[in-house]
């Protein structure tokens, strides 16, 4: 039998390795990122290659990822965390090239008072060093690619689905392809030559575009109108992407003729339910377990909000429920989640920061 204290010793050995790795990989890193902040051992970055202006309000930044990079699928996202006001904030853009391009690319459109979107757009250039999380979601193009498919999109919602046509056009597969977008103008179509030569040298591709500007056409999404342009649409498999406004309707009309089961969306902003306030205006104590700290939430908002407004600093990503960054365990205490309206006071549970308001005090593993 082995004895007590060799025991003891062979785990402080194994103690001392682990700690030794962790040295060497930190000097490692630390070395690599003095070279070119671009290597890492294993964090994803990637170096700004090319900014390119597309409209008035949309960049796309052309990145070079490290070897941490596996590649994505197209119509995937990936996230970008930045570093403003010595506070680190992450946003998820979709990627906007093809599938297995060396350059990967993403096009952010400048939102008004946007932290992250202004920032990109005032501070990236060519050159500088970008954090990023690895391609997620599930709004991707099947393969093989559907045989009759609509790419149907407005405003910046145009990335993933701008990414999938790219991806059919490397592949020379774009055999039955409606691609419907909407913008304000012709000058705010994003990608607008690429998709107008894509359509030039594809017979299988129609382009529609749906400009608001058109005095000819109807604002926005019109059911009637767009069941006329493409009257085969609830035939078709489809991929939306675009403002709320718009997504709002098509899902409708999609319903109505019964074909759901074809239609995939993917949602840059959440959908979150209206609820009513806090019973309490003084705030909920929120105790967090690892750090041993106590705050006050307070002020509306998700309980992602309201940390940040206290000081913390939780890990998050896209903030709408779907990259599930910031998901943690609550220990005790009750929540409201902000989409489906379910109130819970389970111990050890699993929540998501960003779709939950606490509803009592509360103690969180964070
Ligand atoms: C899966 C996914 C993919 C995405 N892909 C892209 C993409 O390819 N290109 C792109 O430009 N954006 C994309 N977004 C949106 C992006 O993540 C940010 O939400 C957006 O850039 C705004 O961030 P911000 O920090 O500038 O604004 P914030 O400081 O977070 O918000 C400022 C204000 O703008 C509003 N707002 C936030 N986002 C939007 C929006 N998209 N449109 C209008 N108002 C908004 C907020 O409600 C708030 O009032 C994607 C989001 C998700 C979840
Ligand atoms: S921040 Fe993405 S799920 Fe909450």
Redesign the pocket.
């Known amino acids: 039998m082995v004895s007590m204290s060799r025991m003891g010793a062979a785990w402080r050995g194994a103690g001392i390795a682990v700690a030794e790795r962790l040295f060497l990989d930190r000097q490692a890193e630390f070395w690599m990122g003095e070279l070119d902040p671009v290597l890492s051992l294993g964090e994803l970055r990637a170096r700004v290659i090319e900014v390119v202006e597309e409209t008035r309000d949309t960049k796309t930044f052309v990145l070079r990822p490290n070897a941490a990079w596996r590649g994505h699928r197209a119509g995937q996202?990936t996230s970008v965390e930045v570093e403003i006001d010595g506070m680190r904030?992450r946003?998820?853009?979709?990627i906007?090239s093809a599938r297995g391009d060396a350059l990967v690319s993403?096009?952010?459109?400048r939102?008004p008072?946007?932290?992250?979107?202004?920032w990109l757009h005032e501070t990236v250039r060519a050159g500088h060093i970008l954090r990023l999380g690895a391609p997620a979601?599930d709004f991707v193009l099947p393969s093989p690619a559907p045989e009759k498919l609509l790419l149907l999109s407005g405003g910046?919602g145009i990335?993933?689905v701008m990414s999938m046509l790219r991806d059919l056009a490397a592949r020379d597969a774009i055999d039955d392809v409606v691609f419907v977008h909407h913008a304000r103008s012709r000058a705010d179509v994003i990608f607008g030559d690429e998709l107008a030569d894509l359509s030039a040298r594809h017979a299988g591709l129609r382009l529609v575009l749906c400009l608001d500007d058109d005095a000819s056409a109807p604002r926005g999404f019109d059911e009637a109108y767009f069941a006329k342009l493409v009257p085969d649409f609830g035939e078709r498999s489809t991929f939306l992407c675009g403002?709320k406004p718009l997504m709002d309707r098509a899902e409708r009309l999609w319903e109505r003729v019964g074909a759901t089961d074809l239609l995939e969306l993917?949602?840059?902003?959440p959908q979150l339910r209206p609820l009513p306030a806090l019973a309490s205006t003084h705030g909920v104590q929120v105790r967090l377990r690892r750090s041993a700290r106590d705050v006050v939430a307070k002020g509306g908002g998700s309980l992602l909000e309201q940390l940040e407004r206290a000081g913390e600093r939780p890990a998050h990503g896209?903030?709408?429920g779907?990259c599930h960054t910031c998901k943690c365990r609550k220990q005790s205490g009750t929540v409201q989640n902000l989409v489906t309206g379910e109130v819970s006071s389970e111990p050890d549970e699993e929540i998501q920061l960003c779709l939950s308001i606490p509803r009592s005090d509360l103690e969180l593993d964070l």
């Open positions: 996202y904030v946003r998820c853009y979709s906007s993403i096009t952010v459109k939102v008072d946007g932290r992250v979107s202004t979601g910046s990335t993933p403002p993917e949602r840059f902003t896209c903030r709408i779907i």
